[in-house]
């Protein structure tokens, strides 16, 4: 089964920056699309942003100029740099991709488990 370890998160000051990493487990043939989303309780998941294997990006509006998104194809690892962070992007964030375990395989979704991230003075 896919693993995907997540780290970066923590309690930052409005203007502040934050990276996310994400890295997957070894045991993959392929990945195709990586991305980042979030969700703040009692509000609906939202997908922030997504990078092809191509390295090919798009962002949500609200964090777009403000996120980046990256990835190390060689490392099974995508990179959320977050920059000019706001109070409202405090939420739980998960990263994903989808991947194939075998050549003759569906890609399939895997999720991290999550980091939270919180902005607060």
């Known amino acids: 089964q896919v693993q995907l370890v997540e780290s970066g998160g923590g309690l930052v000051q409005p203007g502040g920056s934050l990276r996310l990493s994400c890295a997957a487990s070894?045991?993959?043939?392929?990945?195709?699309?990586m991305g980042w989303y979030r969700q703040a309780p009692g509000n609906q998941r939202e997908l922030i942003a997504t990078?092809?294997?191509?390295?090919?990006?798009n962002y949500a509006d609200s964090v777009k100029g403000r996120f980046t998104i990256s990835r190390d194809n060689a490392k099974n690892s995508v990179y959320l740099q977050m920059n000019n962070l706001k109070p409202e992007d405090t939420a739980v964030y998960y990263c994903?991709?989808?991947?194939?375990?075998?050549?003759?395989?569906?890609?399939?979704?895997?999720w991290g488990q999550g980091t939270q991230v919180t902005v607060s003075s």
């Open positions: 994903y991709c989808n991947a194939k375990l075998a050549l003759y395989y569906s890609g399939s979704d895997y």
């Open positions: 070894a045991n993959i043939f392929s990945i195709n699309a």
């Open positions: 990078i092809t294997s191509g390295s090919s990006t």
